[in-house]
């Protein structure tokens, strides 16, 4: 949290003594500068004071350039200043809901924070669209040169990436190695991939594209899959339960999770209870469908290789191997004593 040597309201206040009545209302309703803290629509204030929302519109234009032309205004710089010097220190460039809440956790605070910075000239407000969120920057360049490297580094993901924090802070640095050395800060650049709509953190702090399911978990399936992915290696349905309560703060019952992860094709059952992930490789299907896709693939192969195979692919005793060996409607052995698929 930033403390500022300066104090907002007071300064506000101040400033708002420059306009006249009706004028003043206008704006404190605009940026919830009461004490409900609320913003209200241009259309709100016009049912007010039974006029257009266009003309509160205009109003609202005039008492920010009344208070800009004014004498209290110029007398109240050194806020200006220290805003300045926060954003410089924050990236250059911000989004407005992370810039506000490091500046106060005080919803009427942040009101009057949001009118200073509307109000002073070196603040750029770059307005959310499809790409971005609302930020701030006092730097048109950087911002421009940060744009542009989200937007390289969003086209670089697939729906299915899941980069660490370090990774992908070192590719976005690879999209903006021109800007300077001072914002090439792990907690900066942390700030300016949280403009992005597109890219988003996962809670075990992984990055990828924000409308994939291992970003914005959604479901059990979701939960499971990350709890599983992070696990490594196969675990049974018990422990993925506990692992989602602990981790997410969800309630997992245990038949309920066994049965979502039977439904997605992105986990494979590979031993009694112990599931593993899809993408590492594990083929789906009983061992006697395993064992036909190992000799389909590597050709005849010995009990010895079967078995060594397979056992890469499921968690079974090798017993359970041999009895599908011996079913000779799917399986017969050459002269050589490998084994072969019956068609």
């Not at 059952?269 to 299907?285: D, F, N």
Request: charged share 35%; net charge positive; proline share 2%.
């Amino acid at each position: 949290m930033k403390k500022l040597k300066s104090k907002p309201k007071q300064i506000v206040k101040k400033l708002l003594s420059v306009l006249p009545e009706r004028t003043r209302d206008v704006l404190v309703s605009r940026y919830g500068l009461d004490k409900d803290s609320e913003r209200s629509t241009l259309e709100k204030i016009g049912k007010k004071y039974g006029i257009t929302r266009e003309r509160v519109r205009q109003i609202e234009n005039y008492a920010l350039s009344s208070i800009k032309k004014s004498d209290q205004f110029k007398k109240e710089a050194a806020i200006f200043e220290e805003l300045d010097g926060i954003i410089k220190e924050l990236g250059g460039i911000v989004a407005e809901e992370e810039l506000l809440a490091s500046l106060s956790k005080d919803k009427g605070m942040q009101n009057h924070i949001h009118l200073l910075l509307v109000l002073g000239d070196k603040f750029k407000k770059e307005k959310e669209d499809e790409h971005f969120h609302h930020r701030w920057h006092i730097d048109e360049k950087l911002a421009k040169q940060v744009h542009e490297a989200l937007m390289k580094l969003y086209k670089n993901l697939t729906d299915d990436d899941l980069i660490s924090e370090l990774d992908i802070i070192a590719a976005f640095l690879g999209h903006i190695e021109e800007v300077d050395e001072s914002y090439k800060k792990e907690e900066i650049v942390r700030r300016w991939l949280n403009m992005s709509k597109g890219i988003g953190k996962n809670p075990l702090g992984e990055w990828g594209k924000a409308t994939s399911p291992n970003v914005r978990s959604k479901g059990m399936r979701d939960y499971a899959f990350l709890v599983i992915r992070r696990h490594g290696s196969p675990i049974h349905f018990r422990e993925v339960a506990k692992e989602i309560e602990k981790t997410f703060g969800r309630k997992a019952h245990v038949a309920t999770t066994h049965n979502e992860l039977i439904k997605d094709p992105r986990f494979v059952l590979v031993g009694r209870g112990l599931y593993a992930l899809s993408e590492w490789g594990y083929a789906s299907g009983v061992v006697k469908d395993v064992i036909r896709n190992v000799i389909s693939k590597n050709g005849p192969l010995t009990k010895d290789e079967i078995i060594d195979k397979v056992l890469k692919e499921r968690y079974v005793k090798e017993n359970t191997i041999l009895v599908n060996l011996q079913n000779n409607k799917f399986f017969k052995k050459d002269s050589d004593g490998r084994y072969m698929v019956l068609k």
